[in-house]
T-cell receptor, first 114, second 113 residues
Framework: GENVEQHPSTLSVQEGDSAVIKCTYSDSASNYFPWYKQELGKRPQLIID?????GEKKDQRIAVTLNKTAKHFSLHITETQPEDSAVYFCAAAVSKAAGNKLTFGGGTRVLVKP | DTAVSQTPKYLVTQMGNDKSIKCEQN?????MYWYKQDSKKFLKIMFSYNNKELIINETVPNRFSPKSPDKAHLNLHINSLELGDSAVYFC????????????FGQGTRLTVV
């Protein structure tokens, strides 16, 4: 089955700096890669996703890059703000009609220091 | 208007008891899920239903039994609760069984004492 590794497990950055979180996956058939943000005591919320037919996607201060050959994908947050502090999860799945199973990475706790 | 709502939000119960968690979504999605988040924040899928039919059943003790009376509801019943069942349980839904853009509920924190 799919295995997703996420690094680092914790990340402390100064406000205004960039944060980068990296994930690797094992199943070369995986074709859907979402990122979720979970604030303390709250539900995971989808912040950005990418499908395997594109290499990069941007949405304001966040971007995701995908390297299918190397089987890794990354989340980039620019100009970090204190409200970016949360746990971020990457996930990978083989998106198919018969049933898609999201396999999550272990999470990265991001702390943005003012 | 909450998109995916779970009840209860908190549940404290003794070992050996039987309990249920309810989930409802008003997004018109066809597919619903149960995820378990352990104390280390690791998120793992347990079950998935598409239009009331079970499509994903991970290696979960058979003390856990999901039930989907209609495509807007997915409940989780747990028999003979054990200490190791303590976790946060999240319900989620997505438009189709491709699972893309899954929307999570607020979670149910289950504590077994």
């Amino acid at each position: 089955g799919e295995n997703v590794e996420q690094h680092p497990s914790t990340l402390s950055v100064q406000e205004g700096d960039s944060a980068v979180i990296k994930c690797t996956y094992s199943d070369s058939a995986s074709n859907y890669f979402p990122w979720y943000k979970q604030e303390l005591g709250k539900r995971p919320q989808l912040i950005i996703d990418i499908r395997s037919n594109v290499g990069e996607k941007k949405d304001q201060r966040i971007a995701v890059t995908l390297n299918k050959t190397a089987k890794h994908f990354s989340l980039h947050i620019t100009e970090t703000q204190p409200e970016d502090s949360a746990v971020y999860f990457c996930a990978a799945a083989v998106s198919k009609a018969a049933g898609n199973k999201l396999t999550f990475g272990g999470g990265t706790r991001v702390l943005v220091k003012p | 208007d909450t998109a995916v709502s779970q009840t209860p939000k908190y549940l404290v119960t003794q070992m050996g008891n039987d309990k249920s968690i309810k989930c409802e979504q008003n997004l018109g999605h066809d597919t619903m899920y149960w995820y378990k988040q352990d104390s280390k924040k690791f998120l793992k899928i347990m079950f998935s239903y598409n239009n009331k039919e079970l499509i994903i059943n991970e290696t979960v003790p058979n003390r856990f039994s999901p039930k989907s009376p209609d495509k807007a509801h997915l409940n989780l019943h747990i028999n003979s609760l054990e200490l190791g069942d303590s976790a946060v349980y999240f319900c989620a839904s997505s438009l189709s069984p491709t699972g893309e853009r899954a929307f999570f509920g607020q979670g149910t924190r289950l504590t077994v004492v």
